[in-house]
Nanobody, 120 residues
Framework: QVQLVESGGGSVQAGGSLRVSCTASGYIYYMGWFRQAPGKEREGVAVLDHNDRTMYAESVKGRFTISRDNAKITLYLQMNSLKPEDSAVYYC?????????????????WGQGTQVTVSA
């Protein structure tokens, strides 16, 4: 059983930065960040695989960075140059077998989410 807890959300002005964190336990193949804004589908943001290879949505490349600590217990998403369209609830998610990494559907372990709000 994988347990996930997110933290670090908040409100910032456009162009600002936030770092969200997720603590995890249990076996993980992919660890990633997803987001969901009101009225929109949940979308993949950034993912790390079990070899620490990174994958990013095109909309966040160059602005967001995914990483984890050496113990692979804490996952981070550093968000720079934030835009109002980045406003969403950000979820940490994991999957324990291979899948399309930025596709939310196969992920079966989810945190409760942390709200990120970016003001123009």
């Amino acid at each position: 059983q994988v347990q996930l807890v997110e933290s670090g959300g908040g409100s910032v002005q456009a162009g600002g930065s936030l770092r969200v964190s997720c603590t995890a336990s249990g076996y993980i193949y992919y660890m990633g960040w997803f987001r969901q804004a009101p009225g929109k589908e949940r979308e993949g943001v950034a993912v790390l695989d079990h070899n620490d290879r990174t994958m990013y949505a095109e909309s966040v490349k160059g602005r967001f960075t995914i990483s984890r600590d050496n113990a692979k217990i804490t996952l981070y998403l550093q968000m720079n140059s934030l835009k109002p369209e980045d406003s969403a609830v950000y979820y940490c998610a994991v999957i324990t077998s291979p899948a399309c990494p930025l596709d939310a559907d196969p992920y079966n372990f989810w945190g409760q989410g942390t709200q990120v709000t970016v003001s123009a």
